[in-house]
Structure formats: structure tokens, C-alpha cells
């Protein structure tokens, strides 16, 4: 696909651009009506293709979990014992199927996974994405950073877990896991996959190793890795960076027809696994 077409889908979901701009910007590209709504489907999630690992599979168990201040999503090894623990942030469009199916893989690997909801306070994540972008719009950063430390308490002490944490999240979730880093220094590690990095002069506050994962072509997100970079090794911090050739943003999301790469998807996921393995477990 074409990439203008790629980075206008970009825009559209995170900036201020409505869905009736982004319409008409599309049409324009694609050269017609009819070629804007063939291409739709392909640039949209679909979520019936969420289940990777799917509910009931034998080698976990699910439940939603009430947290102080929040409710999220819940997914444990089936065996009894004692795993790490990770919070998995969910994008811009809230907890959805398919961050859901994240935790639920996440708890495969041997993971304590709590994805939680942070629209819970607005009535929790719409089945409209559109709407969801728009309610999380209107989230203060302080109350974001407050879910986030609260999720990451209840998944600490979960009679399952072995009081070590971490988080990883995905676009808007891979920004909030770096404020995370920087806010909380219980934070045993973090996984940011195209997330926008921290200012510069709160870089010094992080204490967690940290492992981010970018698509070469994400030239939004990819502006702000040099001045990070020079921050983390200014500050000794210990981390992993990795820009993965020929991927977007969200390359990650097997839902996303366009933008996921299964290539650098494979590749992040055995790295961020390793990753939390190594500081958690």
C-alpha cells in the first residue's frame, strides 16, 4: 500500500484530523470514492482476527479484576505457581479484543498479565474505536500515570505473582509506559513499542531497564529516538533499542492489515519476552 496513504491513516488516529477529513484526504489518494472505501478495511483493525490464542485454551485462565481505581482484564498461567507479573497498556482505542488476546499470550509465555481499562472511569472502552480515540483524548496525564501505578500494585500482589512487575504497551500505551518508567521506580522493566518518548530532563528519574521497539518508517514517533537515546546513555540508564526495517507503526497489530508486519512482530515479540524474562522472572 502506499505509504502517503499509510501516514494519513497515521494522522487520523492520532491527531485532531476528523473522520470526515480524513475521508475526503483519502479519497484524494486513492483516486476515487469507490477505491477510498475498498482501501477502509485494510487500514481499519479488525477484530475478529484477534484471537491468536483464544478464550478457554487450556494453558490459561482469564477473569475481569477490579483494581483500586480501575478494572481491567486479567489472564494467568493455568498452573499453579509462582510467575512475573507485567501490565500490558492498550493503544489509543482502549481494551480491545486484541489487546486482550495480547495479555491472554502474554500469560502463555508465563506471564501474570493484567491489561487494564483506562477508559474504566468513563464507562469503560466502547465497541466504537472512533469513539474510544475521542474519550481517550480527554484523559488527564495525571490520572493516566495514577491507573497505570494502581495496575501495576494489583498485578504485584497477586497471589499468582512473584512481586517483580513490568509493563509493556503499544503506541499510546508505549507512551505511558515511559511515563511510567519515570514516575515509578518499583517499575522492575519496561517494554515501549512506538511509544513517544519522555522530555529529555526526566529521563534522569528512570530506574527501570527498558527495551523499545520502533518501525523504520514511523517518522512521527522516530523524531523524538535521538535525544532520548543521548539522555539514557547520558544517564548510564540500561536499555534496549531496535528499529525494525520496512515496518510502520503499529506493526505489531496482527488485526491491522496495513501496518502489521509479522516479520518484525516475531522478532519483538521473542525479544520482549526474553527481555522481561531476564529482569522479572
Known amino acids: 500500500m502506499d505509504q502517503k496513504i499509510i501516514n494519513l491513516f497515521d494522522g487520523f488516529t492520532h491527531g485532531g484530523m476528523s473522520r470526515r477529513e480524513f475521508m475526503d484526504k483519502l479519497t484524494t489518494l486513492a483516486g476515487g470514492t469507490a477505491a477510498a472505501i475498498a482501501i477502509l478495511p485494510v487500514l481499519e483493525n479488525n477484530y475478529a482476527k484477534a484471537d491468536i490464542l483464544p478464550e478457554g485454551d487450556a494453558r490459561i485462565a482469564t477473569e475481569p479484576l477490579k483494581f483500586e481505581g480501575g478494572s481491567g482484564y486479567l ?95 503499544f503506541c499510546w500505551g508505549g507512551s505511558a509506559v515511559n511515563a511510567l518508567a519515570v514516575a515509578d521506580e518499583s517499575l522492575n522493566a519496561g517494554v515501549a513499542y512506538y511509544g513517544e518518548q519522555p522530555k529529555d530532563e ?63 512482530a516475531d522478532l519483538a515479540w521473542g525479544r520482549t519476552v526474553t527481555f522481561l524474562k531476564k529482569y522479572t522472572a
Open 75 to 169: 489472564a494467568t498461567p493455568a498452573a499453579a505457581s509462582k510467575y512475573p507479573a507485567v501490565i500490558v497498556i492498550h493503544e489509543n482505542r482502549g481494551l480491545n479484543p486484541h489487546i486482550k488476546d495480547i495479555a491472554r499470550r502474554m500469560a502463555a509465555e508465563g506471564f501474570v498479565a493484567l491489561a487494564p481499562d483506562y477508559l474504566a472511569g468513563l464507562g469503560g472502552t466502547p465497541d466504537d474505536a472512533d469513539k474510544a480515540k475521542e474519550m481517550i483524548g480527554t484523559l488527564k496525564p495525571e490520572d493516566i500515570l495514577a491507573t497505570s501505578k494502581a495496575a501495576l500494585a494489583a498485578v504485584r500482589v497477586h497471589p499468582m505473582a512473584n512481586e517483580k512487575a513490568s509493563a509493556m504497551g
Open 202 to 264: 526526566d529521563v534522569a528519574k528512570i530506574k527501570a531497564p527498558l527495551l523499545l521497539h520502533y518501525g523504520a518508517l514511523d517518522d512521527r514517533i522516530n523524531a523524538g529516538i535521538p535525544a532520548f537515546e543521548t539522555a539514557l546513555k547520558a544517564g548510564n540508564k540500561t536499555y534496549e533499542l531496535f528499529k525494525y526495517e520496512g515496518a510502520n507503526h503499529a506493526f505489531n497489530n496482527d488485526t491491522n492489515q496495513a501496518r502489521y508486519n509479522k516479520e518484525a
